[in-house]
């Protein structure tokens, strides 16, 4: 079955510095490709998707790619701040019925310490 | 702005009681969702509802049932609550044409 597979973590970085969390999926159509971000005591919100081959999602500095070929959608942004420490989630949509699922991956603990 | 609210943000229950968590979206979405969330193991599927009086079990339903008896409200029901059922629960909806799924704050629920 559809499967979604991320680095764990925790990960911690330095304020200004580069970051990628790495996510690989598996999926036997063409799914949509999700990042969703957990900020602590908070429910999951959407951070960006991308529905098709090589599309860029991007938002708040955060960007991934949807790499069809590498089975990838790679999370980066060039210069962390303080307030993006949070969980981060990979997910895909394999979109057959109105009500599909979102699998989602097991999540990236992310720490940015000043 | 959208929004899903969910009946309490902490809990603590007895083993063997019976437990209802509620869920409220006020966007008129056809579609919610219950997840638990443990560390390690990201988010799993419970139950969803894709019309009021309709459900389908998710990837772990044992121990659990829900209700959907109007569109905008979805409960969780922990028929006899157990040690192994602590956790954090997550509920979220989404449009019958829409991809992406709104969450709530979540509920901790602690079992003793």
């Known amino acids: 079955g559809d499967s979604v597979t991320q680095m764990e973590g925790p990960v911690t970085l330095s304020e200004e510095a580069f970051l990628t969390i790495n996510c690989t999926y598996t999926?036997?159509?063409?799914?949509?490709l999700f990042w969703y971000v957990q900020y602590p005591g908070e429910g999951l919100q959407l951070l960006l998707k991308a529905t098709k081959a090589d599309d860029k999602g991007s938002n708040k500095g955060f960007e991934a790619t949807y790499r069809k070929e590498t089975t990838s959608f790679h999370l980066e942004k060039g210069s962390v701040q303080v307030s993006d420490s949070a969980v981060y989630f990979c997910?895909?949509?394999?979109?057959?019925?109105?009500?599909?699922?979102?699998?989602f991956g097991p999540g990236t603990s992310l720490s940015v310490i000043p | 702005d959208v929004k899903v609210t969910q009946s309490s943000r902490y809990l603590v229950k007895r083993t063997g009681e019976k437990v209802f968590l509620e869920c409220v979206q006020d966007?008129?979405?056809?579609?919610m969702f219950w997840y638990r969330q443990d560390p390690g193991l990201g988010l799993r599927l419970i139950y969803f509802?894709?019309?009021?009086?309709?459900?389908e079990k998710g990837d772990i339903p044992e121990g659990y049932s829900v209700s959907r008896e109007k569109k905008e409200r979805f409960s969780l029901i922990l028929e006899s609550a157990s040690t192994n059922q602590t956790s954090m629960y997550l509920c979220?909806?989404?449009?019958?044409?829409?991809?992406?799924?709104?969450f709530g704050p979540g509920t901790r629920l602690l079992v003793l």
């Open positions: 979220a909806s989404k449009g019958q044409l829409q991809e992406t799924q709104y």
């Open positions: 999926a036997t159509g063409y799914p949509s």
């Open positions: 509802s894709y019309d009021v009086k309709m459900k």
């Open positions: 997910a895909l949509s394999d979109a057959k019925t109105s009500y599909d699922k979102v699998i």
């Open positions: 966007m008129d979405h056809e579609n």
